[in-house]
């Protein structure tokens, strides 16, 4: 079984992260698109998201991005007190907030918002290889992941999405046991370091993505660990 993170791994979108990130602290007026708002976010704003999307695992950590301190992040460690100084009461309503401002695109302007999201060089191929045997779990919604897929053409390669997922070692436990198999079966693909070792901690083969969203402390994480490197290039001879 083949089980891949989606944004940073099979989906590049980060002009639309950036977006619904923005909009989480400055929502949309009701009558105005959602569009309009993407050529209006500050250069200081855009720089700040790039330099967070780095250290980011899941929604409610693109907060961070509205911290000027964000700016002078240069480790994992660091990243992680400034999303801990920030009020819980605070991200909640972010997290809320960007999740709607992302279904209103999603909903009212499909054809911009599925523009936002390219698939990488090689994927669609392996996607094809694997059909029927590929699982997605990712941190962004199981809805729109599938209207991405469809957009692209490949939803009928991939059997389930577990969206919404901060727990990847968890969940796949969850998917070796509900399709049959052992987690060393499984082949996990990650771009989120973290991520990746915490699933190699299931016994399932974990490689790390090195074309996703990373930074040298990292790729020195990484070596470290023992952890697998995957290029883009490899996906034309990966097995799983």
Not at 65 to 70: G, L, Q, S, Y
Not at 193 to 209: P, Y
Not at 212 to 239: F, I, N, S, W
Request: net charge negative; hydrophobic share 45%; charged share 25%.
């Amino acid at each position: 079984m083949l089980i891949l993170d989606f944004d940073g791994v099979i989906c590049d979108a980060l002009t639309e992260c950036a977006l619904v990130t923005w909009l989480g602290v400055h929502p949309p007026a009701p009558s105005a698109p959602v569009s309009a708002y993407a050529p209006a976010m500050p250069r200081g704003f855009l720089e700040r998201f790039r330099t967070i999307r780095d250290y980011a695992r899941t929604l409610d950590h693109f907060v961070t991005a509205h911290r000027p301190m964000a700016a002078y992040l240069t480790s994992q460690a660091g990243f992680d007190r400034l999303y801990r100084s920030i009020a819980d009461v605070f991200v909640a309503e972010f997290t809320a907030q960007a999740s709607a401002a992302r279904a209103r695109c999603r909903d009212e302007e499909p054809e911009y918002w599925t523009g936002l999201h390219t698939l990488y060089p090689g994927v669609d191929g392996l996607l094809r290889r694997h059909a029927g045997k590929v699982c997605i779990v990712t941190a962004k919604d199981a809805d729109s992941v599938w209207r991405i897929l469809r957009h692209h053409k490949v939803d009928d390669t991939v059997a389930e999405v577990i969206g919404e997922s901060s727990r990847k070692a968890d969940a796949v436990r969850t998917l070796a046991a509900r399709y049959g198999v052992s987690a060393a079966e499984c082949t996990f693909i990650d771009d989120n370091l973290t991520n990746a070792v915490q699933v190699a901690g299931t016994g399932a083969r974990a490689l790390w993505a090195t074309w996703g969203y990373h930074t040298p402390e990292h790729e020195a994480e990484a070596k470290r660990a023992g952890l697998p490197r995957l290029r883009l290039p490899d996906l034309a001879d990966l097995a799983a």
